[in-house]
């Protein structure tokens, strides 16, 4: 139990495009879900924490009229990245934890790659 | 902001060897948890300490937390190649849901 998955895994896409990932939960319902962003061998950095039905909440630093974020279903939560440049070249990986839960379930991440 | 701090940056030992990794934060915390990373993949959640807790083990994991010093330290016994990945321990103050993660440890362990 308790699968987060993200699609795509991974994905290419020229500068100045739009880029939308996907975090789902697979077999449990996330009122809270969680958007780091990971760059070659650094650690995680949090983006932004959202819940269910309601804005997300931007860590200090993360523009968030650049990376949106839609948690719109239990089940789903979305980060798209506007207008996509080579430094949002980055690992994004979610998580998802259920309410009054003590763990967050990871998804495997999507690897962007802008040009 | 990253909290946690973790020691050594990278860890190159024998398999059979033991690995220790350390970790140290800087508020007070809820509980202590420790992930693993495959280049290139998600998070896999090893082991989790709560802060009244002062040892725990999982199988080869052996993890200890010592909230005076506000530091961790997870053991990996009799190492495998199979271990080889990025180790990451992460936080969760007392207050609210957020995970602060170190800057983790990358352990290679030769064959």
């Known amino acids: 139990g308790a699968v987060v998955s993200q699609h795509p895994s991974w994905v290419i896409c020229k500068s100045g495009t739009s880029v939308k990932i996907e975090c789902r939960s697979l077999?449990?319902?996330?009122?809270?879900m969680f958007w780091y962003r990971q760059f070659p061998k650094q650690s995680l950095m949090l983006m932004a924490t959202?819940?269910?039905?309601?804005?997300?909440?931007?860590e200090q630093g993360v523009e968030k009229d650049k990376f949106l974020i839609n948690h719109a279903s239990l089940t789903l939560s979305t980060l798209t990245v506007t207008s996509a440049h080579p430094e949002d070249s980055s690992f994004y990986i979610c998580s998802a934890m259920t309410s009054g839960g003590s763990e967050q379930f990871f998804g495997p991440g999507t690897r962007l790659t802008v040009l | 902001s990253q909290q946690g701090e973790e020691d050594p940056q990278a860890l190159s030992i024998q398999e059979g060897e033991n690995a220790t990794m350390n970790c140290s934060y800087k508020t007070s915390i809820n509980n202590l948890q420790w992930y693993r990373q495959n280049s290139g993949r998600g998070l896999v959640h090893l082991i989790l300490i709560r802060s009244n807790e002062r040892e725990k083990h999982s199988g080869r994991l052996r993890v200890t937390l010592d909230t005076s010093k506000k530091s961790s330290s997870l053991l990996i016994t009799a190492s495998r190649a199979a271990d080889t990945a990025s180790y990451f321990c992460a936080t969760r103050k007392n207050a609210g849901n957020m995970l602060t993660f170190g800057g983790g440890t990358r352990l290679m362990v030769k064959p």
């Open positions: 077999d449990f319902q996330a009122t809270t």
């Open positions: 959202s819940n269910e039905g309601s804005k997300a909440t931007y």
